[in-house]
């Protein structure tokens, strides 16, 4: 059966060897220096290195995070771009995705984070297209909502005024 040996082994390993033959050709540590550099400490050393790099560049909480500013920042950076349109009537034909990448770019930097990447601009793009096409669908229902209520009020007040002319018309 084989046995593989992890990366940080590998490396303390390799660290420690110039520190070995410094200590096999000198005799005992007279330092503190030596004390400290046993192959023991230097490993120790690389994996909490390895660790804090994996942690930070693979961590997937700090992306998890991200994500979730950058919905947020759609959001509220669609419902401003739409109330600065609905105020300012001849400034609609403005392209209302791009100014609200502006606005998202300017909140993210204003409150320490890095501008949108491409990928994230993308997902904004989506965003607003998905906001503003749940809009348009609640506006179409609740069209058809009225409209089917006015129709039954309508019919309702047809009937009313038959049957006030039927039983005006009984002798």
Known sequence: MKKRLSLAACLAVILSAPVALAQASTGASSS???ALLTPGNIGIGLGIVASAVGLFAGGTWLTTRRK????TVAFHAFHVVEDFAAMDEEE??????????????SWLKANGWRPLKPWEQEAVKLEFASIHGAQ??????????LEQA?????????????ATAA?????
Do not use: C, F, Q, Y
């Open 68 to 71: 979730r500013i950058v919905a």
């Open 136 to 145: 348009k669908a609640d506006v179409k229902t609740r069209a058809e909502a």
């Open 167 to 171: 039983v005006a018309s009984v002798p």
């Open 150 to 162: 006015l129709g039954a009020i309508g019919s309702v007040a047809a009937l009313d005024s038959a």
């Open 32 to 34: 503190i220096l030596d």
């Open 92 to 105: 609609n034909a403005l392209d209302k995705v791009a100014k609200g990448l502006e606005v998202a770019d």
